[in-house]
């Protein structure tokens, strides 16, 4: 069987969208106020695509096709590209479905319509709004967790979600490298916490954690 990754249509979204995903380093982004809202911080950076680089999307993609998870739930939609990769192997699974949440109405536009002309809108409900109100009455259980949305947010929704989280579950904390993850990465890595946890050396960092116990 040949894998949705190698087929187009969602071969050339994905391409088209890592293309323009390399333009995020030279763009001009105005400085915030420390207290700004995330909202205000998801309008201020609608254009930046923020994403999972290629072979961390390939890596999604295994987690996921060898998890086969009911449900899979994302932080941070962007513009898709993440959840493309989550969404082939849903497709190629032949069960589940994929759940994310965005903050930024541009955005959610865009993902909408990348996941529309992959032939994938049919497996993905992307939910508008803050992770911590639109996750809230989620119901599980759980199989894949990506969390790529705003790093101090990520052990939060962790937290959020630990409850519905399936035995074994695969949770992935991207960016694992950057500071503002430190957080999130030593709550992970304490076993108390019923993780065991590994980081992967992709683009930025990957923290791979399956959920033991709790």
Known sequence: MT??????????????????????????IPPLPDDASDQERADALAEVYMPVSAEGGRLLYALTRAARPQTVVEFGTSYGISTLYLAAAVRDNGVGRVVTTELSAVKIEAARANLA???????????????????????????????????????PVL????????????????????????????YVRDPANG????????????????????
């Open 3 to 28: 894998s949705l990754l190698l087929a187009e249509p969602l071969r050339g979204v994905l391409d088209r969208l890592h293309a323009g995903a390399e333009r995020d380093d030279r763009l001009e």
């Open 159 to 186: 937290r959020l979600l630990e409850d519905r989280l399936a035995p074994g579950a695969v949770v992935v904390g991207d960016d694992s490298t950057f500071t503002s993850m430190k957080e999130y990465v030593d």
């Open 117 to 155: 002309e992959a032939g994938v809108a049919d497996l993905v409900t992307v939910l508008p709004g803050d992770a911590q109100e639109t996750l809230a009455d989620l119901e599980g259980p759980i199989g894949v967790l990506l969390l790529d949305g705003w790093k101090p947010v990520c052990l």
């Open 195 to 214: 993780y065991v946890s590994v980081d992967f050396p992709v683009e930025d960092g990957m923290e791979i954690s399956s959920r033991v116990g709790g």
